[in-house]
């Protein structure tokens, strides 16, 4: 057994919304799809083909071409210690684009979904919403399609923020 050591550099984007928490909340979760893991069993199980799947995908996905996977809300069960807390985490991507991600690179599988955060800090009045830009850690792969891909990422992903802020 072996171990490697890569240093990755990401650029994180903060983006102050006009928003309280809740509706920041709100507006994210019914800008972006959905994507339902019975839809992706199903398709599985019957060994759908991909092109059925894509279509599948890019209903959801669409009109920013990403969706949530998933969504943990760290700040209710953490605001039982006594001190409130709003926050929330959410996976987001797409399986067409992640899957052109782990054909150039397995590895990739590591970053999509990617996370995005909306969260209130103390004190504030307003949401924000925070993400890794996806260029900067797809970067840390060596395959010159990562960087388009990347690029395409932070486009949708910076768009999803402006329809919410």
Request: glycine share 6%.
């Amino acid at each position: 057994m072996f171990s490697t050591h890569q240093q990755v550099t990401v650029t994180r984007i903060s983006t102050v919304t006009t928003l309280p928490y809740d509706a920041a909340v709100e507006k994210f979760e019914h800008t972006l799809g959905h994507w339902n893991d019975a839809d992706g069993v199903a398709f599985v199980k019957r060994k759908a083909p991909w092109p059925e799947v894509q279509t599948r995908i890019w209903m959801v996905a669409n009109p920013h071409g990403l969706m949530i996977f998933h969504k943990v809300d760290q700040g209710t069960l953490t605001s039982l210690s006594g001190k409130v807390k709003h926050c929330a985490l959410y996976l987001v991507g797409n399986p067409d684009t992640a899957n052109n991600i782990i054909d150039m690179d397995l590895r990739g599988a590591m970053y999509v979904p990617f996370r995005v955060c909306i969260l209130q800090e103390h004190g504030a009045d307003v949401a924000t919403i925070m993400y890794d830009k996806p260029s900067t850690f797809l970067a840390s792969f060596s395959e010159h399609g990562m960087k388009d891909i990347g690029d395409d990422l932070d486009r949708k992903i910076a768009g999803v923020v402006d329809a919410v802020k």
